[in-house]
């Protein structure tokens, strides 16, 4: 598989940072053509990446506009590193709750107790959900895959 395959989703690797309690980093461009990215909790759920945020993000500001992003989603360890990249169109929910994968993301990244309590205090409060469909994944685990440059 090409590095672009949506079928790259389905590679070992791929699926291990899907499940992994590493933050996937959101990558989107702000009105006036300047990058932005930020580390964010997700859920891989039914072919998407969702993501929560307070709807008062600065974020939630140019994503309609603006839908085009990037994720990436590494192991941030030892050699061989491995990275999930994916682009794709952000979709934004408005929610008068805390949405489920939110809520499941909370209790991967925080364990049972810590994130049941962190949901909790967010209950009832709106947020946003973010939802991005894959449109080209890319896949690096430096023993098989290599970034294009070292090849």
């Excluded at 580390?39 to 709807?55: D, L, N, Q, R």
């Excluded at 925080?110 to 890319?138: C, H, N, Y």
């Amino acid at each position: 598989m090409e590095q672009g395959d949506l079928t790259l989703l389905e590679e070992p690797t791929a699926k291990q940072l899907l499940r992994s309690s590493n933050p996937a980093r959101l990558g989107y461009t702000w009105r006036d053509g300047s990058p932005r990215v930020v580390a964010m909790w997700f859920e891989w759920s039914g072919g998407k990446v969702v993501m929560g945020t307070p709807t008062r993000a600065p974020k939630l500001k140019v994503l309609e506009e603006r839908p085009q992003v990037a994720l990436t989603i590494d192991d941030a360890g030892a050699f061989p590193y491995r990275e999930l990249m994916i682009r794709g169109r952000a979709e934004v929910e408005l929610l008068d709750d805390v949405s489920p994968e939110y809520a499941r993301s909370a209790v991967r990244y925080f364990g049972q107790e810590q994130g049941d309590a962190w949901v909790a205090d967010l209950r009832g409060k709106p947020m946003a959900r973010i939802s991005v469909t894959p449109e080209w994944v890319g896949l690096l685990d430096f023993e098989t895959r290599f970034p294009s440059a070292l090849t």
